[in-house]
């Protein structure tokens, strides 16, 4: 991070989500690789997410009243964070209906819940494109490139035969790993 950079409310909650969503990404998805990658890889992302933490809160300081969030221009109910925008709303709602929903087709119809984390990935990625768009924000576009390619990879070496840890890896591993740096990339911009 620059010196004397303030960070915004929707800049510390955001790279906050991020972290932790990294983290679940990571942790519960290590699981299936084989000995002793599953502890190796759930420390490194523990170690990263530290580190990144870290960084977030020695460098959070409370913005300046005229600073807003160019995300959202600081003028919705919510200050200057994504919670008070009703779009923000109709994106996550419409992640969730379309999380659900589809890990409803692949679990219950489908019986193939290797490729659950392919689909999660997908659909996040998917509305890191619709945030992007609602509040002006390429980095979003990027990291849902990112997530939304990750998720089709994972489906693409299930069809190949590849097995539910290499989706995993894949798709879930290396889905945290984006958030990780898409977090990394907010504090140093």
């Known amino acids: 991070m620059s010196t004397g950079t303030v960070r915004n409310p929707g800049q ?3 790279s906050l989500v991020a972290i ?3 983290v679940v990404f990571v942790v519960v998805n290590s699981g299936g690789l084989a000995a002793p990658w599953p502890v190796l890889v759930r420390i490194a992302g523990l170690a990263v997410a530290a580190v990144l933490l870290v960084a977030l809160l020695a460098g959070r300081r409370r913005p300046a009243p005229a600073d807003t969030d160019r995300a959202g221009g600081g003028d919705g109910p919510g200050g200057s964070t994504f919670f008070g925008y009703r779009r923000f ?3 996550v709602a419409a992640e ?3 999380l659900f929903a589809g890990l409803y087709v ?3 119809v489908l019986g193939h819940p290797e490729v659950a984390v392919a689909w999660i990935a997908v659909v996040v990625g998917v509305h890191f494109f619709g945030l992007g768009w609602a509040f002006r924000l390429g980095r979003f576009h990027l990291l849902g490139a990112a997530m939304t390619a990750l998720g089709v990879a ?3 070496l299930d069809a190949a035969g590849a097995g539910a840890p290499v989706v995993s890896l894949v798709s879930g591993v ?3 790993v984006a958030l990780f740096a898409a977090a990394g ?3 140093v911009r």
């Open 106 to 108: 692949i679990n219950g």
């Open 89 to 91: 709303w109709l994106i």
């Open 20 to 22: 932790v969503f990294g």
């Open 12 to 14: 510390v909650v955001g």
């Open 154 to 156: 994972g489906f693409v």
């Open 174 to 176: 290396l889905s945290g």
């Open 185 to 187: 990339y907010s504090l």
């Open 96 to 98: 969730a209906v379309a």
